[in-house]
């Protein structure tokens, strides 16, 4: 590969335009060189954004074309898999949004072709790992100041949902990101979990306003994973990690405090695109790297399966109202 990896995105909506523009705009040796969106004025406008890339109306060509050496999935949910395995089949590096599938079975298939290849070619976008928070979080636990770690905790606010999302939507569609952060934070597997919840109304019982999900891991130590789904005042993201001797936790609001008028404030995100603006170019860049260098890194195919055997788990509980264990495989030499 020369360096520079063309790009192709399949998806131009929010997180689609961000990933292309960032990758136009911020993202060392990248050029974006299609992307497709069944909304073609939509394409046509990010492509233009983008400096002129190739519009396309069907993904799967996308994934052939010969100026693509590599493609960002941020399509809808349902699509991911699929077209994550024309990726691999087409031997093409690819970058997917999260969740990595519609249900376990079908990410254990990514998995498994995956590894039947003998190469990575998948990275899933839980973008928190490239977040300067997370990471000053990780690495203050990491190095033992605190002792040893005993407890995770998070605590997800949305600013709203739009429609009534259900448990599993605020599972799949948000903790998922804090269960990946979880693992990657504490260095363990998860191996039960116990989900409470609070639904918008008692006429729509499966509906999910607020979520926790208790976690015990696979070495003894604990977490507690919260998401507000519809907080109807911004978006905030906290993390800590209580250790033997401290606790190390990642500042709510980033934001410089405006003393006016006998007042105080501090200006509070609206969505996760400004709040995670630094780790989506950070992800970008990393992924790109990591095609140049030939050597694929960040969170894999295999911690998409597994995080989303942890949502399952997590939605199981909630709906029986009782701990549901996880049942994490062994896992394959090529993610060790
Ligand atoms: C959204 O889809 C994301 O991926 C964000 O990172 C997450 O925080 C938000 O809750 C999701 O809805």
Same mark, same amino acid.
């Given at each position: 590969?020369?360096?520079?990896?063309?790009?192709?995105?399949?998806?131009?909506?929010?997180?689609?335009?961000?990933?292309?523009?960032?990758?136009?705009?911020?993202?060392?040796? +990248? *050029?974006?060189?299609?992307?497709?969106?069944?909304?073609?004025?939509?394409?046509?406008?990010?492509?233009?954004?983008?400096?002129?890339? *190739?519009?396309?109306?069907? +993904?799967? %060509?996308?994934?052939?074309?010969?100026?693509?050496? #590599?493609?960002?999935?941020?399509?809808?949910?349902?699509?991911?898999?699929?077209?994550?395995?024309?990726?691999? +089949?087409?031997?093409?590096?690819?970058?997917?949004? *999260?969740?990595?599938?519609?249900?376990?079975?079908?990410?254990?298939?990514?998995?498994?072709?995956?590894?039947?290849?003998?190469? /990575?070619?998948?990275?899933?976008?839980?973008? /928190?790992?490239?977040?300067?928070?997370?990471?000053?979080?990780?690495?203050?636990?990491?190095?033992?100041?605190?002792?040893?770690?005993?407890?995770?905790?998070?605590?997800?606010?949305?600013?709203?949902?739009?429609?009534?999302?259900?448990?599993?939507?605020?599972?799949?569609?948000?903790?998922?990101?804090?269960?990946?952060?979880?693992?990657?934070?504490?260095?363990?597997?998860?191996?039960?979990?116990? $989900?409470?919840?609070?639904?918008?109304?008692? $006429?729509?019982?499966?509906?999910?306003?607020?979520?926790?999900?208790?976690?015990?891991?696979?070495?003894?130590?604990?977490?507690?994973?919260?998401?507000?789904?519809?907080?109807?005042?911004?978006?905030?993201?906290?993390?800590?990690? $209580?250790?033997?001797?401290?606790?190390?936790?990642?500042?709510?609001?980033?934001?410089?405090?405006? /003393?006016?008028?006998?007042?105080?404030?501090?200006?509070?995100?609206?969505?996760?695109?400004?709040?995670?603006? $630094?780790?989506?170019?950070?992800?970008? %860049?990393?992924?790109?790297?990591?095609?140049?260098?030939?050597? #694929?890194?960040?969170?894999?195919?295999?911690?998409?399966?597994?995080?989303?055997?942890?949502?399952?788990?997590?939605?199981?509980?909630?709906?029986?109202? %009782?701990?549901?264990?996880?049942?994490?495989?062994?896992?394959?030499?090529?993610?060790?």
């Amino acid at each position: 590969m020369s360096n520079r990896v063309n790009i192709g995105v399949i998806g131009a909506g929010g997180m689609g335009g961000r990933h292309a523009v960032n990758l136009t705009d911020a993202v060392a040796g +990248a *050029k974006v060189t299609a992307i497709m969106d069944v909304d073609s004025a939509r394409a046509e406008e990010i492509a233009a954004r983008c400096g002129g890339a *190739k519009v396309f109306a069907d +993904a799967e %060509q996308l994934v052939a074309a010969p100026d693509v050496d #590599a493609v960002v999935i941020a399509a809808p949910n349902r699509f991911h898999a699929g077209l994550t395995l024309s990726c691999i +089949a087409a031997g093409k590096p690819v970058l997917c949004e *999260k969740p990595l599938a519609s249900d376990g079975e079908e990410a254990r298939g990514v998995v498994d072709t995956e590894t039947a290849g003998g190469k /990575r070619l998948v990275q899933v976008g839980f973008m /928190r790992q490239y977040d300067p928070d997370h990471v000053a979080v990780k690495q203050v636990s990491d190095s033992g100041k605190q002792g040893q770690p005993l407890v995770i905790r998070s605590v997800h606010i949305n600013p709203s949902w739009g429609d009534i999302p259900s448990l599993s939507d605020v599972i799949n569609g948000s903790l998922i990101h804090d269960i990946h952060s979880a693992r990657w934070m504490m260095g363990d597997e998860i191996a039960r979990v116990h $989900t409470s919840f609070i639904p918008f109304s008692p $006429t729509q019982p499966l509906s999910a306003r607020y979520v926790m999900i208790q976690l015990h891991f696979r070495n003894g130590t604990l977490g507690s994973l919260e998401c507000n789904s519809d907080s109807g005042y911004g978006y905030e993201i906290t993390v800590s990690i $209580t250790g033997e001797t401290g606790v190390v936790q990642s500042s709510p609001l980033p934001h410089p405090i405006v /003393r006016h008028s006998n007042a105080s404030s501090q200006w509070i995100e609206e969505d996760w695109l400004q709040r995670f603006n $630094t780790a989506y170019v950070n992800e970008a %860049q990393a992924w790109v790297q990591s095609i140049l260098d030939g050597e #694929a890194a960040g969170p894999s195919a295999w911690d998409g399966y597994v995080a989303i055997l942890v949502a399952d788990a997590g939605i199981e509980s909630g709906l029986q109202a %009782q701990p549901v264990a996880v049942e994490v495989p062994e896992m394959p030499a090529l993610y060790g």
